[in-house]
């Protein structure tokens, strides 16, 4: 842009100077001394303005980098912050159902066992934090060590359907793949998977007993266009916006009752937009929610 300026400066004082006026229709060379006062005069400015437009594009530079890299910071301060208040309830838990049973030798065998079990459903659930925490570092910090595959996201969702089949119908649910055959894409299978089985397991986490899930897609050409929809209970519209950020919580007191990590739709997200697609959250005219996403082929 700089030397866009400059160019334009130079050759409007170049011909201004050989025109002299408004009512020559010709170039003339330059006949007196003050033409090249003039054209010396316009150089001086032009060099000027350019160190007046360098400065400031570099201090915009400066500002903007600046903004930037305080708002980063601020992100990992208050991600920090998420990371050590989801850590903090599990391993509390973990430490005060041992050391109860250490501390009391003559607790009843029945108790112990109740307190081993919560302990090691405590364990579980900081295993799967750590492992959430670690998917979203991969993306963020090493995107361009992932493998890439071809992946078969009709086998995998007929894979995953049985794998949520018991927690599906013990809340009275129904999950419906209408996928068409040979949905592939080339992607990240781990990265991939976690795309549809967190919506999956989200859906069942919240949509309420009796509820009916739905994936399907549609062939666009150079990509696969993704519906994820559920209709039960939906999303308030002023949660709506933020559900894909990291560790936000609706209902803070059942998220973590449910065993969830607060990362599931974040991780979502980025693995979608890693695949150099797009996702959005709706709610259902009749009720519910509902993904719209795209997967390059």
């Not at 307190?115 to 995107?143: C, E, G, H, V, W």
């Not at 649910?173 to 990240?188: A, H, S």
């Amino acid at each position: 842009m700089w030397a866009c300026v400059m160019g334009i400066f130079l050759v409007y004082a170049i011909i201004f100077i050989l025109f002299e006026d408004y009512d020559k229709h010709f170039l003339q060379p330059f006949d007196e001394v003050s033409d090249w006062h003039l054209l010396l005069f316009s150089v001086v400015v032009m060099l000027l303005l350019g160190w007046l437009l360098y400065r400031y594009a570099h201090r915009m530079d400066e500002r903007i980098s600046r903004e930037q890299m305080e708002k980063q910071n601020a992100m990992r301060r208050q991600l920090t912050q998420n990371i050590a208040h989801e850590l903090k309830t599990p391993v509390a838990s973990i430490l005060g159902y041992t050391d109860t049973i250490l501390d009391n030798p003559d607790i009843t065998d029945e108790t112990k066992q109740q307190f081993i079990q919560r302990t090691n459903a405590q364990a579980r659930r900081l295993t799967a934090l750590l492992q959430d925490i670690s998917t979203l570092n991969r993306m963020d910090y090493a995107p361009d060590m992932l493998t890439m595959e071809r992946i078969d996201i009709s086998r995998m969702m007929a894979d995953i359907v049985e794998e949520t089949a018991l927690a599906v119908v013990s809340k009275h649910m129904r999950l419906n793949n209408c996928l068409p055959e040979d949905v592939c894409i080339q992607g990240n299978w781990s990265l991939v998977y976690s795309i549809f089985r967190n919506l999956v397991d989200n859906a069942i986490n919240y949509a309420g007993e009796d509820a009916t899930i739905e994936v399907s897609a549609e062939d666009q050409g150079s990509h696969w266009a993704f519906i994820f929809r559920d209709n039960g209970a939906g999303v308030t519209e002023e949660h709506l916006p933020r559900i894909f950020e990291r560790f936000y919580r609706i209902d803070k007191g059942r998220s973590r009752n449910m065993g969830g990590t607060g990362l599931g739709l974040a991780i979502v997200k980025n693995a979608v937009l890693l695949h150099g697609g797009q996702i959005s959250a709706s709610n259902v005219v009749d009720g519910g929610l509902q993904f719209d996403f795209i997967l390059k082929k």
